[in-house]
Each structure stands twice: as C-alpha cells, then as structure tokens.
C-alpha cells in the first residue's frame, strides 16, 4: 500500500508542479498536454523501466545459460585440436588422455559434492 501512496503523491505532485508551469499559458490544450506529459512520465517510470530492466536480465540469463555451455565445449575442441596438430604430432593419444583424466577428475568432485549435500 506504501508503494500506491507513494505514487499517487507523485503523480499528484506532478500534475500540480504541470499546472504550475503552465500558469502563464492561457491555452488549455498545451496545460492538459503538459500535465500529461508529466503523469505518463512517472508512470513510466514506474512501470515500464522496472519491466525492461526484468527482461532485460531475464534475456541475459538465457543468453549465459545457452551460450555459455557451447563456448566452454567450443574452448575445450579448440584446445584438444591445438595440441593434437602443433603440439603432439604423433602422439594424438597424449592429449586425448590427458583431457579425459581432466574430465574423470571433475565428475569425480562434482559426485562427491553431491553426495555430501545429500542431492
């Protein structure tokens, strides 16, 4: 209920400080665009900003959560391929292995995790 009080104070705020401004102006349609001008701002404010700033993060999240798995499988290809062709020219099963232990070792700990947390 605060966050209502606090808006309709504002916008009572902003319609006097439109009206206000206006005083001078003898024409009514440029006060009733001034003061409309002023109420779509604040409500704006707080509606559609907070929206676009949610969706914003939200689209972002998505991103990360889909892109970010195709980089690291991309980076580890990449790697494996580097030093299957410039590094260890005959011994293509060096880097094999060597990537397969790194994997075994981090499912080991991730398992292990989970069964400690009881998941």
């Given amino acids: 209920?605060?966050?209502f009080s606090k808006i309709s104070k504002n916008i009572t705020d902003e319609v006097l400080t439109a009206s206000k401004n206006t005083e001078n102006d003898t024409d009514i349609s440029s006060k009733i665009t001034a003061?409309?001008?002023?109420?779509?701002?604040l409500i704006k404010k707080y509606t559609l900003?907070?929206?676009?700033?949610?969706?914003?993060?939200?689209?972002?999240?998505?991103?990360?959560?889909?892109?970010?798995?195709?980089?690291?499988?991309?980076?580890?290809i990449a790697v494996v391929?580097?030093?299957?062709?410039?590094?260890?020219n005959r011994y293509v099963w060096i880097s094999e292995?060597?990537?397969?232990?790194?994997?075994?070792?981090?499912?080991?700990?991730?398992?292990?995790?989970?069964?400690?947390?009881?998941?």
């Fill in 1 to 3: 209920m605060k966050l």
């Fill in 35 to 41: 003061i409309t001008d002023s109420v779509t701002k």
């Fill in 49 to 76: 900003i907070p929206i676009e700033k949610v969706v914003s993060g939200f689209a972002a999240l998505m991103i990360a959560i889909f892109v970010g798995p195709a980089l690291g499988a991309l980076g580890i």
């Fill in 81 to 88: 391929r580097v030093f299957n062709n410039y590094v260890l």
């Fill in 97 to 119: 292995a060597t990537v397969g232990v790194i994997f075994f070792i981090i499912g080991t700990v991730l398992i292990k995790l989970a069964k400690r947390s009881g998941t």
